[in-house]
């Protein structure tokens, strides 16, 4: 009897530590952060970014002293940059950029003096810049900005008096804007977006110095815009913010960084088939705002972005089902 009262024993103790190691344990934190290769170019905040062929690019911005107009690229798979033909326009901050049929695009922003309106494609392959049609909505700085199914679109912002809430497509093949409607949301700037199994998710931003909470879906396909459970819906939300990034990894979405009283590092993680979020790993670097994201769909990474007056030149990349390591 005491042998089998020691064999019992020994399977409780057994069946306590397995569990206290278990993911499902308090302790257990999802998504982990691992810091890439350190940006070559100077730090930076409120550079403009997008993605081809699984390169990530990156340039303008503003550095606490001067704009920028440097352009750079960033390889995921070696972990390394390569400096690129600078961007001909004006140097220039809080600009717009996107993808679409193995090109860039790069557009509106501000130069220190003026909201701009100008528009510029890249072309990877001679890495060369052309000037395109100036974006149909005129000057703004702070818009939000996608490619889906071939077109480009560029919304909200601000045009140097106050935030716009129109959208705007843009057709590479005839190198024009037309404007779309239907947008219910409230007028904004520095708000963010994610794309979703060619859904575009938008939320976040600032209106008349308050914090926007509404949170949108948009279909390209039909250009129907639909209103989803606002950002302040659950009580134990955090996710208002302004100059917050986004970004999508296996078919959720992402918001991280930002402001809202203060530079902040939060993850948020957004299931579109149950409209829920779920706050995993902070980012582990420093806080910040004014930050840049690049997405392939399958990987996510930030950088740059500024903490106060501290600009910074680091990348980290998200891996949303990792436990949290803090040796990375």
Same mark, same amino acid.
């Given at each position: ?23 499902s ?32 690019y990156?340039?303008?911005?503003y ?35 996107f993808?679409? %049929?193995?090109? *860039?695009?790069? @557009?509106? /922003? &501000? !130069? =220190?003096?003026? +909201?701009?309106?100008?528009? #510029?494609? $890249? ?25 889906? %199914?071939?077109? *480009?679109?560029? @919304?909200? /912002? &601000? !045009? =140097?008096?106050? +935030?716009?809430?129109?959208? #705007?497509? $843009? ?25 979703? %199994?060619?859904?575009?998710?938008? @939320?976040? /931003? ?9 949170? #949108? ?17 659950d ?6 913010r ?8 296996? @078919?959720? /979405? ?36 004014d ?38």
């Open positions: 009897m005491k042998g089998n009262m020691r064999i019992l024993l020994g399977l409780i103790i057994l069946i306590s530590i397995t569990i206290s190691c278990s993911p344990d308090d302790s257990y934190v999802r998504g982990n952060w691992v810091q890439r290769s350190i940006f070559d170019g100077t730090p930076r905040s409120n550079a403009v970014g997008f993605v081809l062929d699984n390169m990530g990156a340039g303008t911005g550095d606490g002293d001067d704009y920028l107009n440097d352009f750079w690229q960033y390889n995921m798979d070696g972990d390394y940059w390569v400096q690129k033909a600078s961007f001909p326009g004006v140097a220039r901050t809080s600009a717009s950029g993808s679409l %049929n193995g090109k *860039g695009y790069i @557009g509106i /922003g &501000y !130069d =220190g003096l003026n +909201e701009l309106s100008d528009f #510029w494609q $890249y072309a990877p392959d001679t890495n060369s810049w052309i000037q395109k049609a100036d974006f149909g909505g005129g000057v703004r700085m702070g818009a939000v900005e996608f490619g889906a %199914n071939n077109i *480009g679109y560029i @919304g909200t /912002g &601000y !045009d =140097g008096s106050k +935030e716009k809430k129109d959208f #705007w497509k $843009y057709d590479p093949n005839t190198d024009t804007w037309t404007e779309i409607y239907g947008f219910g949301g409230n007028k904004r700037r520095d708000a963010t977006t994610f794309v979703i %199994n060619d859904k575009v998710y938008l @939320g976040t /931003g600032l209106s008349n110095g308050s914090y926007v909470t509404d949170f #949108w879906e948009f279909d390209p396909a039909t250009e129907v815009w639909t209103s989803k459970l606002d950002l302040d819906d009580s134990s939300y955090s996710i208002v302004s100059n917050a990034v986004g970004f999508t990894i296996d @078919g959720l /979405g992402y918001i991280a960084t930002g402001y809202n009283g203060g530079a902040v590092a939060t993850l948020w993680e957004y299931d579109p088939s149950t409209d829920l979020w779920e706050n995993i790993t902070s980012l582990e670097g420093s806080v910040r705002q930050a840049v994201s690049f997405s392939t769909g399958y990987k996510g990474f930030v950088l740059f972005g500024r903490s106060g007056s501290y600009y910074l030149d680091d990348i980290y990349e998200l891996f949303p089902q990792q436990e949290y390591d803090s040796t990375d």
